[in-house]
């Protein structure tokens, strides 16, 4: 809820103060952008909770009163690196727009189970065999071979298109295809 409530204040001070008009592709990645902004309001956030006066909203537990459970549910969990969660948000979001786009196309030409049963070849979460996929398919494993060959090249440039959008210039484009494939490595 807090994070919610932090994204909310954070849009709407953007729109208030009209963050975006000093946005422009010769200054460099919106998301980049995006991700500074986004850090200094959580400092001033993180600064203006900390000024508040000591004690006004605080609730005292006593700590050797709790059950073993309650005491570990409170306990805090080692804090994560906030760029690289954007990062992967976005990697993420990225990838499932580009299979959501392909899934419609295939979808469109009546070839929803063949994406259905082949996507697994895209992201690496084959979960029945090859020669099973072709019976279902009525294809010989040879024609199901150039499906997913088709369907590879077609991915990649749906994905190609989708990370384009998020650049100023055509020359960073492939700078960012290979920063979108570092950040999913380290998923």
């Known amino acids: 809820e807090d994070a919610q409530d932090l994204t909310q204040a954070f849009l709407a001070r953007v729109v208030e103060q009209r963050g975006f008009t000093a946005v422009s592709p ?10 500074g902004a986004m850090k200094h309001f959580l400092s001033n956030e993180r600064d203006r909770a ?3 006066k000591r004690g006004g909203a605080v609730r005292f537990v006593e700590w050797d009163g709790l059950d073993p459970e309650e005491r570990y549910a409170g306990a805090t969990k080692p804090t994560e690196d906030l760029e690289f969660l954007f990062d992967r948000d976005w990697a993420l979001e990225t990838v499932e727009g580009a299979l959501r786009a392909l899934r419609d196309e ?4 009546g070839k929803g189970e063949q994406f259905d049963l082949l996507k697994g070849s895209l992201t690496g979460d084959e979960t029945l065999p090859r020669e099973e ?7 010989s494993e040879g024609a199901m071979k150039v ?6 090249q077609r991915y990649r440039k749906l994905l ?4 384009a959008a998020t650049v100023g ?3 960073d484009l492939d700078d960012e295809m290979r920063y979108l494939a570092n950040v999913l490595r380290r998923l």
């Open 169 to 171: 210039d055509r020359a």
């Open 50 to 52: 900390q000024t508040r």
């Open 133 to 139: 996929i072709a019976a279902r398919l009525a294809m």
């Open 160 to 163: 190609r298109h989708a990370v």
């Open 106 to 109: 295939m979808a469109a030409t």
């Open 26 to 35: 010769e200054r460099g990645r919106f998301r980049s952008y995006l991700l």
């Open 147 to 152: 499906a997913v060959h088709r369907l590879r």
